[in-house]
């Protein structure tokens, strides 16, 4: 996988196997992880990761019930093209992800200045 990371918070009340399905589909529909790209196998995630084989698995299922992805035996797990309209965020899964954040950012004590800011700050990077 190229350069992209995963991080699984195990603070977290999202399930690992969810919080790295929506980091890989997030990566797929930005074009982070181009169509194509190899992702690394069940076994070698899960090390990576620090998690059960299962979990990551899951994930993978998941993903490949959605179309992200494709497994196929002798090829890997490789980024599928994306389908129609998969180009575009749901406003719906946004504004949820933006309130977990917004959540979490307050549990740490942050100010809404202070949320915003971070925000602003990883939309340039």
């Known amino acids: ?17 969810e919080q790295i399905r929506a980091q890989l589909a997030a990566l797929i529909s930005t074009g ?7 992702l690394p196998t069940v076994r070698q995630l899960a090390a ?33 093209p994306l389908p129609e309209g998969a180009q575009r965020p749901d406003r719906a899964e946004l504004a949820a992800l933006a309130r977990r954040f917004a ?15 971070a925000v602003q700050e990883a939309l340039r990077e």
């Open 1 to 17: 996988m190229s350069e992209a990371t995963l991080r699984i918070d195990t603070a977290s009340p999202v399930p690992p196997y």
């Open 32 to 38: 982070r992880l181009p169509e194509g790209e190899r």
């Open 48 to 80: 990576d990761l620090g998690l059960a084989a299962g979990t990551v698995a899951r994930a993978y299922r998941e993903l490949e019930a959605a179309s992200l992805i494709r497994t196929r035996r002798g090829a890997g797990t490789r980024v599928a």
């Open 103 to 117: 959540a979490q950012a307050r549990a740490l004590g942050a100010e809404n200045t202070d949320v915003l800011a």
